[in-house]
């Protein structure tokens, strides 16, 4: 017998289902997957066979025989079929990183999900998390800015994920961030039946511990707490996923040069209203986007990150085009 699910969680070849009646069972996938190179994801739609496996607990015959079509899909973390994607980021301890804060925002542009930005621990540096709020607000992003001192933007992050979830049909969202950011401690307090483990920062390399180790996906009636009514009705999933500090462009195909300014959402009024049709907002007289960067439109440090990816980008595709070509 075969029936649909959703994968909440996957490590060492074992996945977690979720079937449409609400069972969840324990199985494995089919063994093509490997010889076609897919490997089935948390947030995956799929079809999975039954020769009378129980509930949880027992994998012997139920497996994984089909995925089903994607809207979408990330490397890292590893994910599909996501609506919304909270990009975590600390005011202080660790110190943002604006490279990685745009490659990921840039990731997710290039999938159609839509990045929010949370900048957590506001009562550390309250200057450097009202100057990351505008900046990206001025970028045309929602930003949430949250501090152990107020929960006040809890309750609105909580607010959000209802309507959205209310809107949206089989809604997904989850959160992801640089390890040591406090993703893990915001989602606990957004969702206290979550109670995921916290790590506190290295003080010798200022970077947090890995307490998330693999992508998990909760049904939001369960992990949201009885006083939550802000959430109440909302229908839908919310995935952790583990932190990370790296996003290797080079490696991992993303996306690709020609796709790298349409992934900078400020760009997009000014992209063909330069002077010369094959313009790559690098240096060229008469880019509009540089314009706009000298006029203060655009933030200089998301340029400068357009910068960063372009010249990575660019050495990938050169590369290729050696190898191609030997």
Known sequence: MTRKGLILHGVG???????????????????????EGTTPLVGDAVCVAQDGADALG?????????????????????????????????????????RFLDQMLCILESQDILPILVVTKADLDMQRAAQLRVKYEKCGFTVF?????TLTQDDAI????????????????????????GKSSLMNRLFPSLTLETG???EKIARGKHTTRAVSL??????????????????????????????DFARFDFFSLAEL???????????GHCRYS?????????????????????PKSRHTSYLCLYDALKEKERNAYHIQKK
């Open 218 to 247: 909760f049904p939001i009636v369960e992990i949201q707490g009885p006083e939550q009514e802000r959430l109440h009705g909302a229908v839908g999933y919310i995935a952790d996923t583990p932190g990370f500090s790296l996003l």
């Open 58 to 98: 027992d994998d012997a015959g139920a497996w994984i025989t089909e995925i089903l079509p994607r809207r979408n899909v990330l490397i890292r973390p590893a994910v599909a079929n996501l609506d919304v994607m909270f990009v975590v980021c600390a005011a202080r301890e660790p110190e943002p990183s604006l």
């Open 13 to 35: 070849g074992l996945y977690r289902v979720r079937l449409d009646d609400g069972t969840v069972i324990q199985c494995k996938a089919r063994g093509a997957f490997r010889h």
């Open 145 to 149: 800015v949250t501090s152990q001192n």
């Open 200 to 202: 506190d920062l290295s």
């Open 278 to 298: 094959g313009c790559t907002h690098t240096k060229e007289e008469g880019c509009a986007i540089l314009a706009a960067v000298s006029e203060k439109r655009i």
């Open 261 to 271: 300014a349409y992934t900078f959402r400020e760009f997009r009024p000014y992209i």
């Open 158 to 181: 909580s607010a959000y994920i209802a309507e959205r979830a209310g809107a949206c049909h089989d809604f997904k969202a989850a959160f992801c961030g640089a390890s040591g950011v």
